[in-house]
């Protein structure tokens, strides 16, 4: 599915899927019971939210201070910061996803899923990454992960092969030299 598919399942079916759903839930419970679930689930996802936040914080911090990079509270606070996000829009589908993205042990299950498939799809070259970092003496565009290379009629001609971290010529690519003294 591509990026405007996405954005339509995002922005277009989702919100339906969530007004049908709250249509039905207030038709079965009634209308003060669906709203009272609501705001709810509003003020437990944002007290749920600034605690795991605090928590996933404090890791991050305890990470630092013992000189190893936050690699696992990095993705636990951008997973916190999205499904409060998911908590802050109203609904029984998006509370649903918040509230998975918040609760620990959910959270690193999607984690996994989510990293499989990036893993996989960098393999299969669907996924190209690019970094920009100091090479040998200079500061130019590298591939940033191995995996096979695209097809040729697929790749840019002033793109590195993916296969193999390599700098970019300077003469298709901004390249700054290094200044050692």
């Known amino acids: ?11 277009v079916v989702v919100p339906i899927i969530e007004l049908m759903l709250l249509i039905e839930l207030g038709q079965r419970v009634g209308l003060m019971p669906t709203l ?7 003020i437990g996802g944002a007290a749920l939210a600034r605690a795991e936040g605090l928590r996933v914080l404090f890791s991050f ?3 630092l201070a013992s000189g190893r990079l936050p690699g696992q509270a990095m993705l636990d606070g951008a ?7 998911f908590l802050l829009t109203p609904g029984v589908l998006t509370d649903f996803v918040g509230f998975s993205l918040l609760l620990p042990f959910t959270r690193r299950w999607l984690q996994r899923r989510v990293k499989k498939r990036l893993e996989k799809q ?5 996924i190209q990454v690019v970094s920009m970092g100091a090479t040998s003496g200079a500061w130019g565009f590298t591939s940033g992960f191995g995996g096979p290379a695209p097809p040729e ?3 840019r001609p002033e793109a590195a092969d993916t296969r193999v971290s390599q700098p970019l010529d300077p003469s298709k690519g901004i390249v700054i030299e290094s200044q050692d003294d």
């Not at 599915?1 to 922005?11: P, S």
């Not at 009272?36 to 509003?42: E, N, S």
């Not at 960098?122 to 669907?126: K, L």
């Open 1 to 11: 599915m591509n990026v405007l598919g996405r954005l339509a399942l995002l922005f």
């Open 36 to 42: 009272l679930l609501v705001v709810a689930t509003g």
């Open 61 to 63: 911090q305890k990470e």
């Open 79 to 85: 997973s916190v910061l999205i499904g409060a996000a």
């Open 122 to 126: 960098v393999a299969d070259g669907a």
């Open 153 to 155: 009629a697929a790749r």
